[in-house]
């Protein structure tokens, strides 16, 4: 139902990136040829270091995904769920890596099949902020502790934003 | 064997997705389409991320970046830091690569982490259209909140990340 609205606009937001992309990588080129081509190697050189993770994390993407139907996860997460219903929201969110394209008409379906404020608040929110399965490129970025911190804090932030949000909201 | 070490995890989840298949037809066949969907999205996605980080690179001065961001930046670059992750596009993976450009270029780590947090979950273009799916009422009060989250959830974590480890995550970001 939502799917060609959210790719139209998926699709106009990706023209502007690469219109914009083009615009200075041209000028850059009339500048100078030297530092274009060494922004050029840079970027590949950084693409092909991540690619092997990206890879394994779009693959277990689609593993997980596979598993987890809307219909499934709205009969859990209903507003007289609770607490129980708003951490099972967390770590769903915490597990999955939907991009906010798809993740918030889906939200707005699960809201009218049922789903509660506070948990689908608490879903976005750590669908947003963590990432367990992107949590070994952030390692490599950023090291164990950092990543597990910042993981950590956002997934326990999630309640608190749920929290307000079923008080607030709805 | 070096690369094949590397695709390791790629190789594994392959090898389980099979598995899947093999006991389940109908999810390991979505599980299979869902994976070629999503890498066909960020193969449209990185591209452009990545070569606008090679030009970030080779032309913006590593004085510049300092002045804007750098230890001395104080509220401004943390303003900076929270503007450029909000107006950025594409899922949260696409910001660790330039967290490490930003790292390299001397960017001070709290705003490092202000930015992901931005990048995360303030992104404007998705904020307009959180308010359109879920309502002004439900994306505001959570854009409200969030700030608050990405402000202190940075600074304890930059509180707790001492100095030294500090500086092996930027020595390792060199070689990113």
Do not use: C
């Not at chain 1, 270091?49 to 997460?77: D, H």
């Not at chain 2, 995890?9 to 979505?30: M, Q, S, T, W």
């Not at chain 2, 030009?55 to 961001?69: E, S, T």
């Not at chain 2, 982490?113 to 994306?139: D, N, Q, R, V």
């Amino acid at each position: 139902m939502f799917a060609e609205k959210t790719n139209g606009r998926k699709k106009v937001e990706n023209i502007i990136l690469y219109a914009l992309t083009a615009f200075l990588a041209l000028s850059s080129f009339f500048i100078d040829k030297g530092k274009t081509k060494q922004a050029f190697k840079k970027a590949w050189k950084a693409f092909e270091k991540i690619l092997p993770q990206l890879l394994g994390v779009v693959a277990l993407v689609g593993l997980v995904l596979a598993f987890f139907e809307p219909a499934t996860i709205s009969s859990l997460i209903g507003s007289s769920s609770g607490w129980w219903g708003i951490v099972l929201s967390s770590t769903i969110g915490a597990i999955t890596l939907i991009p906010g394209f798809i993740a918030f008409p889906m939200a707005a379906l699960l809201l009218q099949n049922g789903a509660g404020y506070g948990q689908i608040g608490a879903f976005v929110s750590s669908l947003m902020m963590v990432g367990i399965v992107t949590l070994p490129m952030e390692i490599k970025y950023f090291g164990k502790k950092t990543a597990f911190l910042r993981n950590g804090l956002a997934f326990l932030f999630s309640f608190f934003v749920a929290f307000i949000i079923g008080r607030t909201v709805g | 064997m070096k690369n094949l070490k590397r695709y390791l995890l790629f190789i594994l989840v392959l090898g389980a997705l099979f598995g899947v298949y093999l006991v389940n037809r109908e999810i390991g066949v979505k599980g299979f389409q869902m994976t070629v969907s999503s890498f066909i999205q960020m193969l449209l996605v990185l591209p452009p991320i990545f070569i606008l980080l090679g030009l970030l690179d080779a032309w913006v001065p590593h004085k510049l970046m300092v002045k804007w961001m750098g230890e001395e930046s104080g509220w401004k670059g943390a303003a900076l830091a929270l503007f450029l992750g909000s107006a950025a596009a594409g899922p949260l993976y696409g910001a660790f690569p330039v967290a490490a450009v930003f790292m390299k270029k001397g960017v001070k780590y709290s705003n490092i982490l202000i930015f992901i947090g931005a990048w995360s979950t303030t992104k404007i273009p998705m904020f307009l259209f959180e308010i359109t799916a879920l309502g002004s009422g439900f994306a505001l009060t959570r854009l409200a909140l969030s700030l608050i989250g990405i402000f202190t959830i940075a600074s304890i974590v930059n509180k707790l990340v001492s100095p030294k480890e500090k500086e092996k995550i930027y020595a390792q970001s060199k070689s990113l």
